[in-house]
């Protein structure tokens, strides 16, 4: 499985977001395999295969890689359930100059695809 740069990027975007936001963080019930089997994976590319096919198929190289897996799929989730909240109080918050005055410069580390997200979700939503 090819790790492309957005996936590095997204994989510290998750866990920082787990990091630094969380309330409303689901927990997740991941439990990686840990051996020394042939062909054992890094953490990233468990996260890429997890995020792709919602399961593990080959085990992690590190027991101790298992607590950022689990810190980058809770993040995953719990930006996701913002990015979905961020929509329904969109225009009951003021719209575009909510998220641009407000929400953009409290989360001005976020990824620009995560603003875009609220954006065509919300185009979508008043369609």
């Not at 957005?6 to 309330?23: G, K, L, M, P, V």
């Not at 919602?54 to 995953?76: H, I, S």
């Not at 329904?88 to 990824?111: A, N, T």
Request: one cysteine or more; charged letters at 25%.
């Amino acid at each position: 499985m090819k790790i492309t740069q957005r996936h590095q990027n997204d994989f510290a975007t998750y866990i920082r977001w787990r990091d630094e936001c969380s309330d409303f963080c689901p927990q997740t019930f991941i439990v990686p395999l840990i051996s020394a089997a042939k062909s054992p994976q890094t953490v990233l590319e468990a996260f890429v295969e997890y995020d792709t096919h919602g399961k593990l198929t080959r085990p992690l190289q590190r027991l101790e890689d298992a607590e950022p897996l689990r810190k980058a799929v809770e993040g995953k989730a719990s930006l996701n359930l913002h990015i979905k909240m961020w929509v329904e109080g969109y225009e009951d918050c003021g719209g575009v100059f909510w998220l641009e005055s407000e929400l953009m410069p409290e989360y001005h580390w976020l990824p620009s695809w995560v603003w875009k997200a609220v954006q065509n979700q919300w185009a979508l939503k008043v369609r």
